[in-house]
């Protein structure tokens, strides 16, 4: 998902408060971190994950009866030993 970000994309605007520790700690590397690059992989990977997580349980039920059919009939190609 996270190659599913379209980079050439309009940029937003965004304003976070941010511990003022952990800003001054930092301060030293700013030149050395692109923030804004930073920030927005962490909210892709934390979308992806927000959104596996609505999916799986979007799909419990299913998921759950399909693991309840393998579970009496086995694996298609279980008897050619290929699974």
């Not at 941010?18 to 962490?42: T, V």
Request: overall charge negative; aromatic content about 6%; glycine content about 4%.
């Amino acid at each position: 998902m996270l190659d599913t970000v379209d980079s050439a994309a309009k940029k937003g605007r965004l304003s976070l408060s941010i511990n003022q520790s952990l800003l001054d700690r930092l301060e030293p590397f700013k030149q050395n971190i692109n923030l804004s690059a930073q920030a927005e992989q962490f909210f892709a990977r934390m979308l992806e994950e927000l959104e596996s997580r609505a999916w799986a349980e979007r799909n419990a039920s299913a998921l759950s009866a399909h693991g309840r059919d393998i579970a009496a009939t086995g694996l298609a190609g279980e008897e050619f030993e290929r699974v």
